[in-house]
């Protein structure tokens, strides 16, 4: 799966398409717009890659696909993976396609996450879902994000007996979970701006999404926040502050420096 959305991604920037001219009005600090792009930044938890491409556009409509790869050098990979004893990488590889109406601010998405579990080596979260925008003011936006999907782990059924709650198929979908969402951006001027986000990940059926692998869980965290501090130095280039945390015992929160350039 890993191998996949790579393939996908690398394929999907060297289309002809990327040369296609970016609708004028953009706005980088918004999170559901859609344009052609790419960043990079660099912090506590490695190097970051992020890319954009736009797919369509129309007076009402826009689509697009967002690639993503952290941790690309795969600095943080100090964990063994206890029952095949191999090393367990630190980098994880999104891809996102999403589409939204410009007139009302309605939207859907699809979000594949793939990146290697400790326990459970290879697994990727597929989810898809409505967001939508809601205005509070000329300088404030909210933009809520309610996201349904599986969990697809490796086949590990090898090391235990049939029954053990610790074990997984690897082909049937270890996991029906559901995801909140919530995005928030603050103008405090008209080139520097703060995006803040928080999700909240549990399970639907099968696997507990939070609890101890030792319990039968996939043992993640329920909850992940980042807050971004931008500044933009022209219509189509940022540079921007991160901050990443979340509410798992296993993982540190992250800081890190980014640039993005929209075409």
């Known amino acids: 799966m890993k191998k996949t959305i790579m393939t996908l ?3 999907t920037f060297m289309s002809p398409a990327i040369a296609a001219e970016t609708s004028a009005e953009l706005d980088m ?9 790419l960043g990079l930044s660099y912090g ?10 736009m797919l369509s556009s129309t007076d009402t409509q826009k689509t697009g696909v967002i ?3 952290k941790n690309m050098l795969n600095e943080d990979a100090d964990a ?7 090393e367990v990488s630190a980098r994880s590889y999104r891809l996102r396609w999403g589409t939204i109406n410009t007139e009302n601010g309605l939207g859907w998405s699809i979000d594949a996450v793939n990146a290697e579990h400790p326990f459970f080596g290879n697994m990727t979260v597929v989810q898809t879902g409505p967001n939508m925008t809601i205005p509070v003011g000329d300088s404030f936006y909210i933009w809520p994000i309610v996201y349904v999907g599986g969990v697809l782990v490796e086949n590990n059924s090898e090391h235990f007996p049939m029954d053990n709650s610790m ?3 690897g082909i049937d979908i270890a996991s029906a979970v559901i995801t909140g969402m919530v995005y928030a951006r603050y103008a405090i001027t008209d080139q520097l701006w703060a995006l803040g986000s928080y999700s909240y990940t549990t399970d639907i059926q099968g696997k507990s999404w939070s609890d101890n692998i030792a319990d039968g869980g996939l043992q993640m965290a329920n909850a992940k926040y980042d807050l971004t501090l931008g500044y933009q130095l022209t219509d189509r280039q940022n540079v921007t502050l991160i901050y990443r945390g979340d509410d798992s015992d296993s ?7 980014g640039y993005n350039y929209a075409f």
Do not use: C, I, Q, R
């Open 9 to 11: 991604a690398v394929l």
């Open 29 to 37: 600090s918004d999170p559901t717009d859609v344009y052609t792009t």
């Open 44 to 53: 506590t938890a490695g190097l970051d890659f992020k890319g954009m491409l």
């Open 67 to 69: 690639f993503e790869a």
């Open 80 to 86: 063994v993976n206890p029952l095949t004893h191999d």
């Open 167 to 169: 074990s997984s198929d």
């Open 251 to 257: 993982s540190d929160d992250s800081f890190a420096v």
